[in-house]
């Protein structure tokens, strides 16, 4: 008599193959995510002072500052994004004008890695347009709510911008 049919052999599972499956699946529900050592941030869509939306006018396209920190022991953005705003402002000021407006940020935060140094990579980018203004200008950048910070005592270690 003739043996049954053997049933096609399914595929042996073994650890690496689950690893596979999960490393799959974890690219196709988030295939922007950051890295685990990154802490990232935005202000959203460009934003206005209440002060400066009504009393600004001659406003110029919108220039962008990207400069890029490197603090140790912390990071206190609110620092860091209020420097880089006032060389954008200090900017305006050199050709005549006194307040930004439309004003958007995002940075990047960069961890140190476990046994390495306590250094951390801050990529900031400022966005906005110069006007001039009636009244003088706040010097804060907007959405300060949307701050995430690393709490400690930061000590800037090197600032550099590009162009």
């Known amino acids: 008599m003739p043996s049954p049919p053997s049933s096609p052999k399914s595929p042996s599972l073994n ?5 596979n499956i999960f490393m799959k699946m974890r690219q196709i529900q ?23 939306t009504l009393n600004a006018y001659e406003k110029t396209g919108p220039l962008e ?11 206190d953005m609110i620092f860091l994004l209020r420097t880089t705003r006032n060389a954008l402002l200090q900017h305006a000021c ?3 004008l006194n307040s930004l407006v439309d ?7 960069c961890c140190p890695k476990k046994g390495s140094s306590n250094n951390f990579r801050i ?14 200008d706040p010097h804060k950048p907007v ?15 090197q600032r550099s911008y590009k162009d």
């Open 103 to 109: 004003e958007q940020w995002k940075y990047t935060i």
């Open 143 to 157: 959405a300060l709510d949307k701050v995430k910070s690393v709490p400690g005592l930061m000590t800037i270690r």
């Open 94 to 96: 050199s050709n005549g």
């Open 65 to 75: 500052l990207k400069e890029t920190y490197v603090c140790s022991d912390a990071v």
């Open 15 to 19: 650890v690496a193959g689950v690893v």
């Open 30 to 52: 988030s295939p922007t995510r950051t890295k685990a050592n990154h802490i990232e941030s935005s202000s959203g869509e460009p934003q206005t002072h209440p002060t400066i």
């Open 123 to 136: 990529q900031i980018s400022y966005i906005a347009c110069c006007a001039q203004s009636v009244l003088p």
